[in-house]
């Protein structure tokens, strides 16, 4: 009987998809207890290839193709595969769990019939050492690190409730009825020249989980580690998630207040914040800690950046809004 479908969203990464389904395929988890769904999002290097070789000793192996630009449409045709009508695990393409991952997720809804939604540490892979000025995006407190630019987090050693937003993306377990039940994920990333349709993916999901009283767990048994490639440890990057972070807190507002704003209050609000900025960052990071500060401050610039982006795309295309108040993203996907 399968209790868990592990949905494996990717696009063109067979290389690092190829660590992740050994690691999956390594679990103490008995293999006819959970099958893995890889969605491919139209990959053009050897991703098929690479699935098939592993479903030729891998029967709880599937591989289907999702034509529609997006992780919100692979997401979502991999609830629509699932065989499992009791728990799914979406995990990233770039990551490897623990040899007992899927057993610690299934131990710790079993054991709290109250929770829907399940997280663990997401721990770093890094390629090479990351630079100094990581150190000004990172949250340390109470023995607990979060490092959501790079979807990092360690909530130490105590297993308990949390906020859902907490649950990141890599490894997100979750009840299929409640998922359902919620109307399924929002938006969240997509290629650069969709960047307006982006969402707050995940967290939107926790929203509406929230709303009906659902409940989330922390469990530190339950372990990935995240590949972070050196391409990620530049302010390049950190600037372009940052900006992509601000489109999402935008969506995140209109949906909150079910309106738009005007293009002076969202000009106003703009300037407000990059102004504010300055004793922010400090405060944040302490007024002796100026080599971090101008890093810091050109990140979060970005932020605002996307946030204003959004807010305009939206006034200025009336379907756009449209499409960010409606109830639900789960649109019939490809057969």
Not at 124 to 150: M, N, Q, V
Not at 189 to 211: A, C, I, N, Q
Not at 233 to 262: H, P
């Amino acid at each position: 009987m399968i209790e868990i479908s592990v949905i494996v969203p990717t696009f063109n990464r067979a290389k690092s998809l190829e660590d992740t389904l050994r690691s999956i395929c390594e679990q103490t988890l008995s293999h006819d207890r959970y099958e893995v769904i890889v969605v491919d999002n139209g990959s053009t290097d050897n991703t098929f290839m690479l699935t098939e070789q592993f479903m030729r000793t891998r029967p709880n192996i599937r591989y289907v193709c999702e034509p529609q630009r997006g992780l919100l449409y692979c997401r979502h045709r991999g609830v629509k595969e699932s065989r499992s009508g009791n728990i799914l695990v979406f995990i990233d393409d770039d990551i490897i769990v623990a040899k007992n991952y899927l057993e610690m997720i299934l131990n710790t809804f079993e054991g709290h019939n109250d929770i829907v939604l399940v997280g663990g540490k997401v721990l770093p892979d890094f390629e090479t050492c990351p630079p100094y000025w990581i150190k000004a995006f990172e949250t340390h407190r109470e023995g607990t690190y979060i490092l959501s630019f790079l979807s990092l987090i360690d909530l130490g050693e105590s297993a308990d409730y949390i906020r859902g937003d907490f649950v990141f993306g890599c490894s997100f377990s979750i009840k299929k009825d409640a998922l359902v039940r919620c109307g399924g994920f929002n938006p969240d990333s997509f290629p650069w020249d969709m960047v307006k349709y982006r969402g707050d993916g995940e967290t939107g999901l926790w929203h509406k989980l929230e709303g009906h009283g659902y409940k989330a767990f922390y469990n530190p048994a339950i372990v990935i580690r995240h590949k972070v490639p050196s391409s990620r440890l530049t302010d390049e990057y950190f600037c372009k998630r940052a900006y992509m972070e601000g489109v999402s807190w935008s969506f995140t507002g209109i949906r909150k207040t079910g309106r738009k704003s005007s293009y002076i209050a969202t000009e106003l609000y703009f300037l407000a914040c990059i102004i504010a900025l300055i004793p922010f960052g400090f405060y944040r990071l302490g007024w002796n800690r100026v080599n971090l500060f101008f890093i810091y401050y050109k990140v979060m610039i970005n932020f605002f950046k996307g946030y204003r982006f959004h807010r305009i795309e939206v006034l200025k295309d009336p379907a756009l809004l449209r499409y960010v108040l409606q109830d639900t993203f789960m649109q019939e996907t490809s057969s």
